[in-house]
């Protein structure tokens, strides 16, 4: 009986401490698969190579973003879609007056010409001309030429009857890696935007990222054929604007939320100045609509994630690490136009929660045309019809 005892003892300890080696080896086993992803992540993070720059203090804001004291928050109530289906990615917009024609480039490489009936939201759509690259920003020069600024390109010309001819595709050595946006002073000196000389179209997240500035604001003098970096350093630059006095050129830089003023006349010429700060959105390209006021498209409002991120470099290395291994999150959203006057005092905000990468918004007439590098068609709102209100909002 004790012997019988004794081994019943000695398998009971053994199996104890089997018991003990299996839960053992179970919390090994789960803390392990839970721990390799983090270890795995970590080590991507200090392996990969991208670098974020931290942003200079003094070009962080803590201040309230401007709030403008008409609003639409809700301007696809009523909105029309022009040529749906029928329009890759119109970016931005030119209008021609005297034929009443718009001008469109579309990421597939087309320029597309679209006639509005105002009665209605048919629109007739026509193929121009392909660039063969990313026509962005458009606008039309004294001869009824068109103006292009074609992100893999440069800076095109193109003619009534469609030849295509290129004006200049770098500067000081350097050549434009995303030719962005483009107007022409009354003198026929063409100013246009290199967002960024190290990322091209496709990659222009990166630039975001990143938190260098890499953009430049140059001019063409299609005279000379001489092309000038006027402004370096500049945070993706984006739309410009030569103002009606044609004493400045408004410049907009998209993750500083901000549009800067570059007198290129007068006493300060050469002289920077802000013109409109803390924006409550990021701006893209500007239209002036020669009544006295500048609409500002916001491909997306202002946004935590977005603004974190530019604070902190470490938070956009690992959005970086998202895009490149996962995709890109989808955080844009309250995508409008905003309008400044003359001073850059804010006017009325147009815009909608759900809708995103507005990048141009120009008005014709009574209507908001508004272009967008991601839906298929040009957004119109009635302007009369569905206008901006007196509002509280922040």
Known sequence: MLASSSNTASSVNTA????GKGLW?????????????????VLVYHLDSFDPSPIPLQELSSVAPVAASMVNDHMLEGAEFLGKGQLEGPEDIAYDAKSQVIYTGCRDGWIKRVTVNESSAEAQVQNFVNTGGSPLGLVFGHNNELIVADASKGLLNISEGGAVELLTDGAEDLKFKLTDAVDVAEDGIIYFTDASYKYDV?????????????????????VTKETKVLVRDLYFANGVAVSPDQNY?????TPRRRCRKINIQGEKKGEIETFVDDLPGYP???????EGHYWIAFPWGIAKGWEMAYRYPFIRKIRALLVKYVGRPNMEKNAGVFVVD?????????YE???SMITSGIKIQNYLYCGSIKYQFIIRNNLDQYPAHHSSYK
């Open 16 to 19: 104890s401490v089997w018991r």
């Open 25 to 41: 080896g179970a919390v090994v086993v789960v803390f392990a698969t839970l721990l390799a992803p983090v270890v795995a992540a």
């Open 202 to 222: 496709h990659h222009a997240v990166w630039d975001f990222l990143e938190g260098r500035p890499y953009g430049r604001l140059c001019s063409y003098n299609p």
């Open 249 to 253: 050129v408004i410049l907009c830089e």
């Open 284 to 290: 893209d390209n500007i239209h002036y609509d020669g």
């Open 342 to 350: 003359l001073e850059g005092k804010p006017v009325a905000h147009y």
């Open 353 to 355: 929660p759900e809708l």
